[in-house]
């Protein structure tokens, strides 16, 4: 069954997942603008593109599947490998304030050493504790196998007690 969206509807999505969606493409490109901007693109998308979308019950793995992909073409193009070489050069110029989602959050130390793991942790991490999905919907989001997702989940948290020694984090402890 082919979804059609109008615009209330989507203004009622835009409320419900933005903020979500935004932390996300954040913990992938690491710049606030870039993430709000690929969120924007995620729902203009959805808005114009509605007959790819079937109205399964996956709405929220359909977008968060788009935010990923987004995300990734992102790190991929030409603009992210300017910004990085600008911030290089003049280092000066990458003095934002820092992410308010992430200032939001119980424990911003935690958010900062999140991203500092490598990508197959990190989006692990940020699906299963952030996101709240379970280990069943981010194998079938990254398209890799129950088991895999539960490695990458375990060492992930490895690699953060590690960069954490002396913090006490809620969630690693209760795990």
Same mark, same amino acid.
Not at 97 to 103: G, I, P, Y
């Given at each position: 069954m082919v979804v059609l969206f109008n615009i209330n509807d989507l203004k009622e999505l835009m409320l419900h997942y933005t903020e979500p969606l935004i932390r996300l493409a954040y913990y992938y490109v690491k710049d606030l603008q870039a993430a709000e901007d690929i969120v924007q693109e995620v729902f203009i998308k959805l808005y114009h593109n509605e007959n790819d979308y079937e109205e399964r019950g996956e709405l929220k793995a359909f977008l968060t599947t788009m935010t990923v992909n987004k995300s990734k073409d992102y790190l991929k193009s030409w603009t992210y490998k300017k910004v990085q070489l600008?911030? /290089?050069?003049?280092?000066?110029? $990458?003095?934002? $304030? /820092? =992410?308010?989602? &992430? @200032? @939001? =959050?119980?424990?911003a130390i935690i958010g900062e050493a999140i991203l500092e793991l490598p990508l197959k942790q990190r989006e692990v991490l940020i699906y299963f504790y952030f996101n709240e999905m379970t280990i069943a919907e981010v194998s079938y989001i990254l398209s890799v196998p129950e088991g895999t997702v539960k490695t990458r989940l375990r060492r992930s948290k490895d690699l953060l007690r590690g960069k954490l020694k002396g913090i006490e984090w809620? &969630?690693?402890l209760n795990e």
């Open positions: 600008q911030n /290089k050069i003049f280092p000066s110029a $990458n003095t934002r $304030n /820092k =992410d308010e989602l &992430v @200032k @939001k =959050d119980e424990q809620e &969630v690693l």
